[in-house]
């Protein structure tokens, strides 16, 4: 009984919100300047991205690109390695 009071007034509640939302969403006051303010915080971000990557480098350290560079060139290692072991087991099946 208690459930099913709060399910109802969960719905009601889920409705009314659902509705606000969809109103403030749609309106072009709202959504414009949001639009800028991601925008601005991702442009912050990509050149916070480059400040730092620019630091990394300068001190000497290795960046994330640089990391995954290492890594592919380890796998392509890796996988001539898997190569060469399995031509030479079939040689000595042979």
């Known amino acids: ?11 009601a509640w889920e409705q009314a919100t659902t509705q606000f939302a969809t109103q403030v969403l749609a309106n072009p ?12 915080a991702l442009k912050t971000k990509v050149a916070t991205d480059r400040v730092l990557e ?27 390695l898997f190569d060469l072991e399995e031509q030479l087991l079939a040689r000595k099946g042979s």
């Open 1 to 11: 009984m208690i459930w099913d009071a709060w399910k109802k007034g969960f719905s």
């Open 29 to 40: 006051g709202v959504m414009g300047p949001a639009g800028a303010m991601l925008t601005a």
């Open 54 to 80: 620019q630091c990394w480098s300068a001190i000497g350290l290795s960046t994330r690109r640089d990391q995954e560079r290492t890594l592919h060139q380890l796998n392509q290692l890796q996988s001539r």
